[in-house]
């Protein structure tokens, strides 16, 4: 990437660091495995030995602009193409970008119908420990939220008062994986591709040439914080290599509390690359809406969600 072809690099924190979230997790881990209430006390306890949002930091970034619900309307609203209220002719596949505890996915799967391919993966492996303990033990408040009702249609504008129906979903798969540092192959077109004698991953799904949904809570936030003594920092490569994560017309959706939103469209649909001589990029699908603030005469918002899509083709 050119040197003026992306906004200004935001200065290395310990929050960019492998270390720092395998050792949060670690403890976390910790805590939980502590936890061992009576029979008769168990009941009382659930509540207050539950894992929430807040208690992550990955997560609580966003928690007090409700971007994960935020996330979740937007993605189950009639105007998305993939939502399971137009019931699209196939359960779309979701891979969750530095997973965290797993939430996300979870809170999808109950609340939000989703029922396709799930996949959370992680750098961290103590991450990815935690959020296969949550998932089995559902110690997370989403992976009980299929009992609530569902009120993701109070700001769509353009939803309808339909309850989601419990549908059967596979368990959600967790694995430890270095989207930076992995020599597998990924789809390079957006379609199913041969995948023999090629480094490969058990839950890529290459028949289908990537995932229809992608999603980034704060991971490329997380990557932007990296110290990287090289000249090119780390988050340069992180769009390209996201980008090749989609089938062709996947949707990748991005949150992010450090960037602005027009600085994430400059990140994202920056470089363009090249399938068999038509360009293959990412553009601008749609936004979440979040509050808006006015300080010292300049207009923002806390934190900011663009959808892309993923486009093979003349442009």
């Known amino acids: 990437m050119a040197e003026d072809a992306h906004p200004v690099y935001l200065s290395p924190s310990e929050l960019g660091s492998k270390d720092y979230w395998e050792n949060y997790y670690a403890r976390t881990l ?49 105007s998305f193409p993939l939502s399971p209220r137009n019931k699209p002719s196939y359960a779309p596949s979701i891979l969750d ?44 408040s989403a992976y009980r939220s299929d009992s609530e009702s569902d009120d993701s249609d109070s700001e769509d504008g353009d939803g309808d008062e339909d309850q989601q ?15 930076l540092s992995s020599k597998a ?14 480094e490969t991953l058990s839950w890529f799904p290459y028949q289908t040439g990537g995932f229809d949904i992608v999603l980034d809570k704060g991971t490329f936030d997380a990557i932007s914080l990296a110290g990287d003594a ?11 290599i996201v980008r090749r994560l989609l089938r062709k017309g996947g949707y990748l959706m991005v949150t992010s509390c450090n960037w602005t939103e027009e600085e994430l469209v400059k990140w ?16 601008v699908w749609g936004r979440v809406e ?26």
């Open 185 to 198: 192959m990924l789809s390079p077109t957006g379609s199913a591709i041969s995948v023999s004698n090629e």
């Open 30 to 78: 910790a805590h939980i495995s502590n936890e061992t209430p009576t029979e008769t006390n168990a009941n009382e306890e659930e509540e207050d030995d539950d894992i929430n949002d807040e208690d992550d930091p990955g997560t609580s970034w966003f928690s007090e602009h409700n971007a994960p619900q935020k996330v979740l309307q937007f993605l189950t609203r009639r």
């Open 290 to 315: 979040y509050p808006r603030f006015r300080f010292g005469g300049q207009e923002g918002q806390g934190v900011c969600t663009v959808c892309f899509q993923r486009v093979v083709g003349s442009s």
């Open 97 to 140: 970008l530095g997973t965290g505890n797993g939430s996300m996915l979870a809170l999808l799967q109950k609340k939000g119908g989703f029922n396709g391919m799930m996949v959370g993966v992680d750098y961290s492996a103590q991450s990815v420990e935690l959020a296969r303990e949550l998932q089995r033990s559902r110690g997370h």
């Open 230 to 240: 090289k000249e090119t920092r780390v988050c340069e490569r992180y769009p390209d």
């Open 165 to 179: 129906s419990e549908s059967v979903a596979e368990p959600i798969i967790f694995e430890e994986w270095d989207i």
């Open 268 to 283: 994202f649909t920056g470089p363009v690359g090249s399938v068999e001589g038509e360009e293959d990029r990412l553009v």
